[in-house]
């Protein structure tokens, strides 16, 4: 079975533009998750998805939004990008939303110049 | 407010000697608590799942409990390899929150050969 895969796996952007992150989950998870990981604030999470509904949200500006396909594959948009944003976002899928294990990718390290 | 804790930040120890790794969350209103370990750079492999109704769970060398009464958790590596040299982190989901983990800060593991 294939675990969570996410692209692009690094990418370098300059302040001011924006950018798309994809995450396509293990067959048959719903549940998508977006976790925004820095060394100074550790891992954060930013929202989660199930069957193309945002159900949870952390507390990160409008800048960062998200969604998701009917084929459970996600995506998470950061508008205006600012130095601060540069991180490794890592996604995770899991069954259910509740009480189920989640399985992470291999995460997108953006940097932001 | 939910506030998981990992004490030590940073562990040393000669192979062959047990870990043991310390996790405690203020709010014991969870559904779970997920140890996971980080290489450099990379995602988060999910280690081990205990349910709040669990004491303990088991995964080769690997042993977590959970006290969940006393908020804390603690994982605990038999036998220590080089390999085992990472980030171990911790994690809750809460009981009114849709697929949000709540993150330790982690300990970092080194284990000499």
């Known amino acids: 079975k294939a675990g969570v895969t996410q692209t692009p796996r690094y990418l370098i952007k300059t302040r001011g533009q924006q950018v798309t992150l994809s995450c396509s989950p293990i067959s048959g998870h719903r549940s998508v998750s977006w976790y925004q990981q820095t060394p100074g604030q550790g891992l954060q999470f930013l929202f989660e998805y199930f069957s193309e509904t945002q159900r949870n949200k952390g507390n990160f500006p409008g800048r960062f939004s998200g969604r998701q396909f009917s084929n459970s594959r996600s995506e998470m948009n950061v508008s205006t990008l600012e130095l601060g944003d540069s991180a490794l976002y890592l996604c995770a899928s899991s069954l259910d939303s509740r009480n189920n294990e989640q399985f992470f990718g291999p995460g997108t390290r953006l940097t932001v110049l | 407010k939910q506030e998981v804790t990992q004490i030590p930040a940073a562990l040393s120890v000669p192979e062959g000697e047990n870990l043991v790794l310390n996790c405690s969350f203020t709010?014991?209103?969870?559904?779970?608590l997920q140890w996971f370990r980080q290489d450099p750079g990379k995602g988060l492999t999910s280690l081990l799942l205990?349910?709040?109704?669990?004491r303990e769970q088991t995964s080769g060398r690997l042993n977590a409990s959970l006290d969940k009464s006393s908020g804390r958790s603690t994982l605990y590596i038999a036998a220590s390899q080089p390999g085992d040299s990472a980030t171990y982190l911790c994690a809750v989901q809460a009981t009114d929150s849709w697929g949000k983990l709540q993150f330790g800060a982690g300990t970092q593991v080194v284990v000499t050969p």
């Open positions: 205990i349910q709040s109704s669990q």
């Open positions: 709010d014991s209103a969870i559904y779970n």
